[in-house]
């Protein structure tokens, strides 16, 4: 079955510490995405890639980190420098990342620091 | 920039009602796409619909409607003889015709609760 695997769906941290969040997709998709959800807030792009080794801040890239390495992952580091990263954050990819394309949604991440 | 609205934060209603989802966006491009995504309790967005700022038609898919009003900015969404199962977070999204990627602006959602 294709699709996008994020895990773990829960994560628990400690303060001060970096986390990375996983995300893999089977579909061959050249575009991933990360957002971040908060309630009563809609989805805020964090990242995103187009192609491999190539990535472009989103509107809150602030704290964050990715890379892209493989066409099929495309990690996410939360570090200590996110003011607030408790938070559900959720993996995209498109095929290829234009604008009248849909993009497919994992399951999430649900992240929360202690 | 763009902007998408979703005034209703929370609607209930009892099972086999008509409901419609209200989404007015804001834009400068003239080539822009509208998408509307489920998201169940289980937290994973389900597409829904894609339409293009070219195409006015309006769109039924079995209970599901779209209603696209370029003169009012608004892409609204209805389902008709709701079920439970239609319980879910409900999100409108805008994406700009413009060079740059598939950049999705979201609303902040319209929680349907549906009840029996």
């Known amino acids: 079955d294709g699709g996008i695997t994020q895990s773990p769906k829960y994560l628990f941290r400690k303060e001060g510490q970096n986390v990375t969040l996983s995300c893999e997709q089977n579909?061959?998709?050249?575009?991933m995405y990360w957002y971040r959800q908060d309630p009563g807030q809609g989805l805020r792009l964090i990242y995103y890639?187009?192609?491999?080794?190539?990535?472009q801040k989103g509107d809150i890239a602030e704290g964050y980190s990715v890379s892209r390495e493989k066409k099929e992952s495309f990690p996410l580091t939360v570090t200590s420098a996110q003011k607030n990263p408790t938070a559900f954050y959720l993996c995209?990819?498109?095929?290829?990342?234009?604008?009248?394309?849909?993009?497919?949604f994992g399951p999430g991440t649900r992240l929360t620091v202690l | 920039a763009q902007k998408v609205t979703q005034a209703q934060t929370e609607i209930s209603v009892v099972e086999k009602e008509d409901v419609t989802l209200d989404c007015v966006y804001e834009?400068?491009?003239?080539?822009?796409?509208l998408f509307w995504y489920k998201q169940p309790p289980s937290g994973e967005l389900v597409f829904l619909i894609r339409?293009?700022?070219?195409?006015?038609q309006n769109e039924i898919s079995g209970r599901y409607s779209w209603n696209f009003q370029k003169s009012t900015s608004s892409f609204n969404f209805t389902i008709t003889a709701s079920q439970v199962v239609d319980s879910a977070v409900y999100f409108c999204?805008?994406?700009?015709?413009?060079?740059?990627?598939?950049?999705?602006?979201f609303g902040t959602g319209t929680q349907l609760k549906v009840e029996l």
């Open positions: 339409r293009n700022s070219f195409d006015e």
């Open positions: 579909l061959n998709h050249d575009a």
């Open positions: 999204a805008l994406s700009e015709g413009r060079g740059g990627g598939n950049k999705l602006t």
């Open positions: 890639s187009q192609i491999v080794n190539d990535f």
């Open positions: 834009t400068r491009d003239t080539t822009y796409y």
């Open positions: 995209a990819s498109s095929s290829p990342g234009v604008s009248y394309n849909e993009q497919f």
